[in-house]
């Protein structure tokens, strides 16, 4: 079992930054994919970036060149977020998955406005 908390959302302006972070509790493995994925109102839920336990990752086109997803641990995981556009309101959320295991956090807004 998992649990994930997801915290740094907030209000920031046009081309500002950003940095989420995703705290882990519970049995880890050695082996997992962990992910960022957000949701705007009246959207569906997708893919910003994933990191592997190996170091792979992996970026949405709309994310690479502007953010960078990194960890210091299996149980903490991040998010900077730069050059932030209005496009990258929503509700962000961290997962954690591996072969029959899928979690994930509650979420955190981050809202780009002037």
């Known amino acids: 079992q998992v649990q994930l908390v997801e915290s740094g959302g907030g209000l920031v302006q046009p081309g500002g930054s950003l940095r989420l972070s995703c705290a882990a509790s519970g049995t880890i493995f050695s082996i997992y994919v962990t992910g960022w994925y957000r949701q705007a109102p009246g959207k569906q839920r997708e893919l910003v970036a994933q990191l592997t336990s190996d170091g792979r990752t992996n970026y949405a086109d709309s994310a690479k060149g502007r953010f960078t997803i990194s960890r210091d641990s299996a149980k903490n995981v991040y998010l900077q977020m730069n050059s932030l556009k209005p496009e990258d309101t929503a509700v962000y959320y961290c997962?954690?998955?591996?072969?029959?295991?899928?979690?994930w956090g509650q979420g955190t807004q981050v809202t780009v406005s002037s």
């Open positions: 997962r954690w998955y591996r072969l029959g295991m899928d979690y």
